[in-house]
């Protein structure tokens, strides 16, 4: 674990970020697990509900349990699909979502049943399905996002790697039902976390130029 964190550069941190899918053996130690759960615990939400968990599963048990899970989701979405060329890309979904059980530890995002004020004033007053989805404006998960995005950057801080992942999420009643959820808590994300195994690293990925995604109005 790099401890020397609070003397970096919060914009390296940010630039030199990149998603890694493949770890050494190492065991990260539990004090490093919990910094990375601490800075998504630090997270911005919306009416600061905080509406989160975040189980870190060393298992491998576990781990497997849940991999079985997508990969039979998998197979059963390749059935349902027709032509070949669906289910190639399935299996191309598939590829993206199978090595989280390989990594040393595996963050299950969670994302508690939170009720949203005006969206529930807006039902009982009899809005319409269809404008209640318009009125949405998905603030919970964009909580979520700010608290895995901060995992993200603080597992790179201090020498770890990790992989956001949504593909598994096929599976998601199933992680439930492995970890024990209410059933009204969601997995939004599997956050694969290790030592990066450098033999594997890819390149950056291209990103945008800035004058591609900004724009000023004066
Ligand atoms: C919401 C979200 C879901 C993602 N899901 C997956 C996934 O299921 N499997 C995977 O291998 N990568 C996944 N990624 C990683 C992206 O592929 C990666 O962030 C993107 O290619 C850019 O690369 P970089 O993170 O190195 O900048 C996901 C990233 C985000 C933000």
Redesign the pocket.
């Given at each position: 674990m790099n401890t020397d964190y609070e003397g970096c550069n919060f914009f390296d941190v940010i630039a030199t970020?990149?998603?890694i899918?493949k770890y050494t053996n190492e065991i990260p130690p539990l004090e490093a697990i919990k910094k990375i759960a601490d800075a998504g615990r630090l997270a911005p939400s919306t009416t600061n509900t905080q509406n989160w968990e975040f189980i870190a599963i060393y298992d491998n048990e576990t781990k497997e349990k849940m991999a079985k899970a997508v990969n039979d989701k998998y197979d059963e979405l390749k059935d349902f699909v027709q032509s070949e060329e669906d289910k190639n890309k399935i299996n191309g979904y598939k590829y993206?979502?199978m090595?989280f059980n390989k990594a040393p530890v595996v963050f299950a995002i969670v994302e508690k049943k939170r009720i949203s004020t005006i969206l529930s004033i807006l039902e009982r007053n009899g809005m319409t399905d269809d404008l209640l989805r318009y009125y949405d404006n998905r603030s919970s998960i964009l909580s979520m996002?700010a608290a895995?995005e901060n995992m993200s950057l603080c597992a790179h801080a201090i020498g770890l790697s990790s992989?956001?992942?949504?593909?598994?999420l096929v599976a998601q009643k199933e992680f439930g039902e492995i970890l024990g959820l209410n059933p009204d808590d969601k997995v939004v994300?599997?956050l694969s976390v290790g030592y990066p195994d450098v033999s594997a690293m890819?390149q950056?990925?291209p990103?945008k130029t800035l004058d591609e995604v900004f724009r000023i109005v004066l």
């Open positions: 970020r990149k998603t899918r993206y979502s090595f996002g895995i992989c956001w992942m949504c593909a598994p994300t599997i890819n950056n990925k990103k």
